[in-house]
């Protein structure tokens, strides 16, 4: 069998006959050998029998989720190429043609585009057409440089294969996301066509939740780009602290009326420290993911890695633990000078913070080096145990 037309469906029997109707016409006018595929989520309105009388075929998924329906339906279709969509009559099925030549034509998935192809009169909440949608789909294509217009479209081809390859483990909205960007980082072959939208036939309000889901795209993208996450934010807050440390070792800083002194310092130390922390994070998840070949192999990294090796981190840390140490005997012996007595904090807190800044960065580093070391050693034991 050459295609599937695949609907997850929850409640549709007000559209659903519409849909599979529609989807038989294209099927018999493109000449297609293709079934109609029903992923029924729990209907407790008599969908699953509707798409049975219309000689569609109805599989029964146990959990709940858009993504958990559309993966059984992936699983379970026939076709060596699927096209999805809602079963909510938003969809034209009759409309086709573009998927079928393109999926035909080699690419992996084929994205339909709504913004392109026109967007009716009440089919899209204002809010999801003009911040939710365009948003997410600017900051997927920024992290990911995925060049998808609307990444959330709801109807797609693409060849069973492929995506069954890529591992897709999302049971929400939130698998429309995955599925592009795991298909992106799986260098499949991705294309976008024109699409239109129509606002749903149903009575009922539809089953997305505009801020959960819009949340649960989000932290996927986010969640599946440690750089943006973890590296970028950690370097920026490392460099502006670093800078601003040493700006304020010597003495205050006057910026026209504004003075920067000891205390702007304790807000540098800690924003450096942070900093410090979320790049090991960064580093720490890209290392995980690429073990667990969820992420491919950055050469850069790679280099670097190889580069700094443990025991390097270890020198260094070591360094830093004892460059802190001098700073620190440094104000202890300007304590002693004073008897242990009362101290002016401008006196000695520029010497105090700069050794706590390094002392605790060069624990970091060390704690950084250990456990890069324990991920590679559990991932190189699960990856070759003793037979």
Known sequence: MEFTILMPCLNEAETLATCIGKANQSIHEHGLRAEVLIADNGSTDGSQQIARELHARVIDVQTKGYGSALKAGIHAAKGTYIIMADADDSYDFLQL???????????????????????????????????GNPILSFVGRLFFSIPVGDFHCGLRGFRKQS??????????????????VKAAKKKCRIVEVPTTLSPDGRSRPPHLNSWRDGWRHLKFLLIYSPRWLFLYPGLFFFIVGLIALLALYNGPVQIMRISFDIHTMVYACATTLIGLQLIHVAMFTRLLGTKLKLFDSHQLLTIIRDTITIELLILLGVLMIIAGNFWAFDALTAWKEQDFGAMYPSETMRTVIMSVTLTISGVQVLIYAFFTSVIEFFASSYENPLS
């Open 97 to 131: 043609g573009p998927f079928i030549e393109k999926l035909r034509g080699g690419y992996d998935l084929v994205m339909g585009n709504r913004f392109a192809g026109g967007i009716a009169k009440g089919a899209m909440p204002p809010l999801h057409r003009y911040l």
């Open 163 to 180: 995506i069954e390859k890529l591992g897709l483990v999302c049971d929400g909205m939130e698998f429309a996301s995955e599925m592009v």
